[in-house]
Nanobody
Framework: QVQLVESGGGLVQAGGSLRLSCAAS????????MGWFRQAPGKEREFVAT????????NYADSVKGRFTISRDNARNTVYLQMNSLKPEDTAVYYC???????????????????WGQGTQVTVSS
């Protein structure tokens, strides 16, 4: 069982930056592929970014490519999402997710993830 706790959300003006963190419990964090997803009001949850278990591979949604960076620190059981040049359309609840036995893969579909955090709100004002 893995528990995920997100932090770092908040209110920021357009063009600003935020760094989200997701702390994971358990001793097998380094075997999990990790992902960030988001859900805006009235919309479906959508993929944002993913990183392989070792951190060697990443993948991003086109809407955030070049602005967001996903990274992980396996010694600290934590995955990060650095968000720069934020836009009002980035406003959403951001969730981190963990996929067991991730291997070297990156995963963009939410249904493959085994564990989810509670989410953290990100609001970008214009």
């Amino acid at each position: 069982q893995v528990q995920l706790v997100e932090s770092g959300g908040g209110l920021v003006q357009a063009g600003g930056s935020l760094r989200l963190s997701c702390a994971a419990s358990g001793r097998t964090f380094s075997s999990y592929a990790m992902g960030w997803f988001r859900q805006a009001p009235g919309k479906e949850r959508e993929f944002v970014a993913t990183i392989s278990a070792s951190g060697g591979r990443t993948n991003y949604a086109d809407s955030v490519k070049g602005r967001f960076t996903i990274s992980r620190d396996n010694a600290r059981n934590t995955v990060y999402l650095q968000m720069n040049s934020l836009k009002p359309e980035d406003t959403a609840v951001y969730y981190c997710a963990a996929k067991s036995l991730g291997g070297s893969g990156t995963y963009t579909y939410s249904y493959v993830y085994d564990y989810w955090g509670q989410g953290t709100q990100v609001t970008v004002s214009s």
